[in-house]
């Protein structure tokens, strides 16, 4: 998400854009049907702040929206966007064990970024970095969520290819459809062997569900590549805010991960203002899921979403997030539990955000199935 906190002018013209979309038929998807309880515990390890205003290669850190490992203890992460200054991704060096992130042995957290890969030709005018995938050959694939787009990016930050996007997710304001402001391709994860790759619009696109939908649950959806070629999609459904405020609120998808025994586990945050922020983790399970990659809107479709549990809820750890988008898989722990790493946008806003890293322990007893 390129800023949580909108300008009122900003909020004033996407309301006068959307009332123009044609949304005859709409009415707000239920809840949808919990899956059977998928086995698994979370509980949280630990987390480590970056500190503020650090400079790396002449470039500040900060807007971490997207994570991804790389090696033993290095990490990639995607800048959301700072203003005119170029696209980039972060090398960081950090280890997690059973008490959570840390600096490596010798290091101070703000060691923590070592060297910045600029993205040539990209900066905050043109690209809005939100989803990061390492591929089997060591390219990066990184999502912008404003056209949206995702492309293929060398070692030595070159566009390698773009790849096709389906035109029903193509932001049109004139035509009132496609991705609205802010609400593109949020989410990117690539399976190990690279076949498999996922990626969804954060908020609903303008064709199904009008804008006030973003407050209730409302339909996104998650888009399946098979060998990067757009496949099959399905629809996820957002939980609704709960509590509002006057201000500014929003609620999203924000990141998925791949499960090996099958199905997703999706990380949805929300921001009230007055309120902050709120994130939680799902599990999410195809199974029975309508592929829905022929209907051009969800206006008055019938459709079977997928289906989900929640696994974890910040809100009852005591531990207090910021804006969390990124998440991955970290390393294993000594008993064979996967950890799962998220990481905060700051917005650059470092009086009043943090950059997190934040550990969570994966405690799963399945043996296979979604």
């Given amino acids: 998400m390129r800023r949580i906190l909108w300008h009122a002018a900003a909020l004033s013209l996407v309301a006068l854009l959307s009332n123009c979309v044609p949304n005859r038929g709409w009415r707000a998807p239920t809840p949808a049907v919990p899956g059977p309880a998928p086995g698994y515990a979370v509980s949280l390890l630990g987390s480590l702040v970056i500190p503020p205003n650090l400079v790396v290669d002449g470039l500040n850190v900060g807007g971490l929206s997207a994570l991804v490992r790389t090696g033993e203890d290095t990490w990639r992460a995607l800048v959301d966007n700072e203003e005119d200054t170029p696209a980039r991704v972060f090398e960081l060096r950090f280890r997690v064990t059973e008490r959570g992130p840390a600096p490596l042995a ?65 932001s049109d304001k004139l035509a009132g459809r496609g991705a609205r402001v802010n609400g593109g391709f949020e989410a990117l994860v690539l399976s190990p062997d690279g076949k498999t790759l996922w990626t969804a619009n954060e908020t609903a696109l303008a064709q199904d569900a009008p804008d006030e939908a973003r407050f209730a649950t409302h339909p996104i959806r998650l888009l399946r590549y098979d060998s ?126 943090q950059t997190q890293i934040v550990a969570l322990r994966l405690h799963s007893d399945v043996r296979g199935g979604s």
Avoid at 129 to 141: D, I, N, R
């Fill in 106 to 170: 010798g290091d101070k957290p703000s060691g923590v970024p070592r060297s910045v890969l600029r993205l040539a030709g990209l900066d905050g005018r043109n690209f809005d970095g939100e989803g990061l995938a390492l591929t089997p050959q060591g390219t990066l694939l990184v999502s912008s969520e404003t056209e949206p787009s995702i492309r293929e990016i060398s070692a030595t930050g070159e566009t390698l290819r773009r790849l096709p996007v389906p035109e029903l997710f193509l």
């Fill in 228 to 353: 990067y070629t757009p496949a099959a999609q399905y629809v996820y459904v957002v939980e609704p805010i709960r509590r509002r405020g006057p201000g500014f609120s929003v609620r999203g998808l924000v990141d998925l991960v791949i499960l090996p025994e099958g199905g997703l586990l999706a990380l949805e945050r929300e921001y009230v203002e007055g309120f902050g922020m709120k994130v939680q983790l799902f599990h999410v399970s195809l199974d029975g899921a309508t592929d829905v990659s022929g209907m051009e809107s969800l206006a008055g479709q019938t459709y079977t979403p997928v289906r989900k549990t929640l696994l974890y809820d910040f809100a009852r750890s005591g531990f207090v997030p910021d804006n969390l988008e990124g998440m991955t898989f970290g390393p294993a722990l000594p008993d064979g539990d996967r950890t799962l790493v998220l990481v905060s946008d700051d917005n650059f806003k470092a009086l009043v955000q």
